[in-house]
């Protein structure tokens, strides 16, 4: 019904920088909220940024003044630049985002994850 799909991972050296995008599509009726998350090996999945339909932002503290969460609503995708990545910034990233679809119910969707690798 709903689907989240994530591109623009991949490796970069560190100090550099990567761009996600997250395209939402399928009966939808509004996007309430959408986020990253980000997931290493052996760890929990945690927040990276998230932002709200009227585009109020929020980051975890560490990545303040490096990533930046952004949204184009008339393309229902959601956007993470990253810039001055470090090699703990190595995880696979995820979209969620809160849906209400078509039919008026709500769900929080994940997509697939793409990968960022980040070389020392």
């Known amino acids: ?18 761009r996600l995008s997250c395209a939402a599509s399928g009966s939808i009726f509004s996007i309430n909220r959408m986020g990253w998350y980000r997931q290493a090996p052996g760890e929990q999945r945690e927040l990276v940024a998230d932002i ?7 980051y975890v503290e560490s990545m303040k003044g490096r990533f930046t969460i952004s949204r184009d609503n008339a393309k229902n995708t959601v956007y993470l630049q990253m810039n001055s990545l470090k090699p703990e910034d190595t995880a696979v990233y995820y979209c969620q ?4 679809t078509s039919r008026r119910v709500t769900y929080n969707y994940w997509g697939q994850g793409t990968q960022v690798t980040v070389s020392s």
């Open 1 to 18: 019904q709903v689907q989240l799909v994530e591109s623009g991972g991949g490796l970069v050296q560190a100090g550099g920088s990567l």
């Open 52 to 58: 709200t339909s009227g585009g109020s932002t929020n």
């Open 97 to 100: 985002a809160r849906i209400t």
